[in-house]
């Protein structure tokens, strides 16, 4: 290998880690160039010990399929500061102006015949929808800190569980697939909820009024993934899986790509907003989230950083307010 790789290259320090550490590790967006092959390439590794042959590894090599997932984190992140701006300008240039509106229209209904005020209704309906809408809006304007402390994650998805069974997914079974040895993750309770919440509400509408209608919870550790931090020379150990699992309709190719950019939704009355609020607390708590999606087979993957590592990897006591 080092005939064919130059020297301080990271495939030989990820062998050589492997070899010394005696574990598999995943490493994505790895720069694999090779002046001497005339080559120049980046790749998702897979590097893991051989134990029939000691000092043996085994590398694979992937094109990019993480990487590019990374990609279009940063992609809906950006999308996401965009509406941050928008939001702000809303709030202030377009429901002032609403309420008065939809108080002349309230007027207006006081002196108007049957055939109108059927009109004036439609108006303060109309005005109300968008002051909800600039409302959910102004969400992605918080800038705020987020107040984290070590969080179990169990604790949260079976929350999320029970406000689902009481509610909208009453008719639909809800599966557990947990890792009890999970470590917790640095992060908000109350965030993590609303992240957890909008998966599972999405995943019962996509089911709709299947009677084999199944959601499955699932959490894993998987201490060998590490990502690189754009603009930074670092990686960052993600090794906390989070998935939310159901075997409904699915989602359609061409949406994949762009499910979490703000506005864009299947839906017939969504305002596309949900799963850009979800991207957007995931990025903020230093993950990532993806989708795969076929029919009656859509699965939302949250990977996150453990307690006592940072977003950007160095040490943290992850001692917040709470204990």
Known sequence: LPKLIPFGSPLLTLVDQVRERRAPVNEYRV????????????????????????????????????????????????????????????????????????????????????????????????????????????????????????????????????????????????????????????????????????LVKNAAEAIGGDPQGEITLSTAFRPGIRVSVPGTQGRVSLPLEFCVRDNGSGVSEDILPILFDPFITTKPNGSGLGLALVAKIVGEHGGIIECDSTPRATTFRILMPAWKETPFGTDDDGEGDRK
């Open 31 to 198: 720069d694999v160039s090779s002046p001497r092959l005339g080559i120049e390439k980046v790749v998702d590794l897979y590097v893991a010990p051989v134990s029939e042959f000691p000092g043996s590894v085994v590398v694979m090599f992937q094109e990019r399929s993480m990487a590019d997932k990374i990609d279009r984190q940063m992609t809906h992140r950006g999308a996401a500061r965009s509406v941050t701006g928008l939001a702000a300008m809303l709030a202030h240039e377009i429901k002032n102006p609403l309420s008065g509106i939809r108080g002349a229209a309230q007027l207006l209904e006081l002196s108007a015949s049957d055939e109108d005020r059927a009109l004036t209704r439609l108006i303060t309906d109309e005005t109300d929808r968008i002051v909800s809408l600039v409302d959910r809006m102004e969400v992605f304007s918080d800038e705020r800190p987020i107040d984290r402390y070590p969080v179990n994650i169990h604790v949260v998805l079976d929350h999320v569980k029970a406000i689902a069974k009481n509610g909208f997914a009453k008719r639909i079974k809800i599966l557990e697939d947990y890792d009890p040895s999970l470590p917790p993750v640095f992060a908000n309770r109350d965030q993590l909820i609303q992240v957890f919440l909008n």
